[in-house]
Every structure is written in C-alpha cells, then in structure tokens.
T-cell receptor, first 112, second 114 residues
C-alpha cells in the first residue's frame, strides 16, 4: 500500500546550518508529495508541494524535488533559523485516492 | 484555501467519560477527515466524514468508540467515548481543497485522559 518513510529525529542544528530531512515513499501511480510543518502548539501547515516527477516545491527557503527514480522527496534548506524549529511531516496523496499518508514526523530544533 | 476552527483546543478528562470535538470550516467541503496524533507519532486517519452518509472508519477504529456527526457541509464533530488514558492524543480535523490536492488542518485538540 501507499506509505511514507521519513528520517527519524530529533534533529538539532546550529543557526545557519544546512538542513536535510530525508523522505521516501511507496505508491502506485503518480502521487502528489507534500511537506507539512507543525509549529509548537499549532496545527499542520502546508510548507511546499510537488505534483509530478522532477517538480521542485519551494517556500520560505525550503526546497524539495520530486524524484520518481529514487521515490524520494527530501527537504532541504541552506541556512536554518531559530524560527524554523518545528516538526516536519512528509506526506503523499495518491493519484486515485482522497486520503493523505503522513510520515512519522521529524522534530527540528535550531539553536542560536 | 480553507480556515478550520476546532474546539476545544485542549481538555483534561476523567476516564470513562466522553468528549465531543467540534470542527467548523469557513467553506463548504464534501469530505472532512479526522486524525489522531499520539505523542511522538505521526498522524493516523480515524475516519472520513461525508455529509449525508455514515462516516467511513479506518482499520482499528470503530463507530462505537469514535462516533462522528456531519450535519452539513461546513461542520463535523468527533466524539471520543468511554475514554481511557490510551486515548490521550492530539485530534485533528482536516479538509481537502476542491480537487483534494492540498490538506488543511485545524489547530488540533490536545486531549489528556486521567
């Protein structure tokens, strides 16, 4: 079945460090892929998305490229800030379904 | 986009009691989704609520434990019945956009059962 495997955390980085959070997926067809972010005490917010192979989603300095050949959608940011501290969820929406499938989430803490 | 108001935002409940969580959307949507997020875990879909029909439950979740109402296209409730400490979680309401290409979430209800 459809699923998402996400790099386990927690991750602690110094401000301005480079961030990578790995995400791979299993799906039939051509799913859409997402990264959601959950700040402390809040619900999930869409960070970025990509709907087809080779698409790059980007927002707030974060990027992720839909790689069909490696079934991956890794999240990257060149220089993290303290305000990026949150839990990040990789997710997919199958091409034929209504349900979203989420990874286990990766907690990121950025220290000054 | 959709704005979702969920309440209560948090509650502490005695075991054996029930809690009803409300979810209000600022636009009409066909499907609403209820998720559970246990401490340190990912989101698990409980059920999909369609207006005018019974909710569809995922494996491991039953209507007697998590009854859902969907009286109209902008509102739904989830009840957590006969609660035990194992029900302590964050419960999230979610809707998709018209083409279900994006999911929107309420801020969640943080439930603690003592």
């Amino acid at each position: 079945g459809d699923s998402v495997t996400q790099m386990e955390g927690p991750v602690t980085l110094s401000e301005e460090a480079f961030l990578t959070i790995n995400c791979t997926y299993t799906a039939t067809g051509y799913p859409s892929l997402f990264w959601y972010v959950q700040y402390p005490g809040e619900g999930l917010q869409l960070l970025l998305k990509a709907t087809k192979a080779d698409d790059k989603g980007s927002n707030k300095g974060f990027e992720a490229t839909y790689r069909k050949e490696t079934t991956s959608f890794h999240l990257e940011k060149g220089s993290v800030q303290v305000s990026d501290s949150a839990v990040y969820f990789c997710a997919l929406n199958p091409s034929t379904g209504n349900q979203f499938y989420f990874g286990t989430g990766t907690s990121l803490t950025v220290i000054p | 986009s959709a704005v979702i108001s969920q309440k209560p935002s948090r509650d502490i409940c005695q075991r054996g009691t029930s809690l009803t969580i409300q979810c209000q959307v600022d636009s009409q949507v066909t499907m609403m989704f209820w998720y559970r997020q246990q401490p340190g875990q990912s989101l698990t879909l409980i059920a999909t609520a369609n207006q005018g029909s019974e909710a569809t439950y995922e494996s491991g979740f039953v209507i007697d434990k998590f009854p859902i109402s969907r009286p109209n296209l902008t509102f739904s409730t989830l009840t957590v019945s006969n609660m035990s400490p194992e029900d302590s979680s964050i419960y999230l309401c979610s809707v998709g956009d018209r083409l279900n290409t994006e999911a929107f979430f309420g801020q969640g209800t943080r439930l603690t059962v003592v």
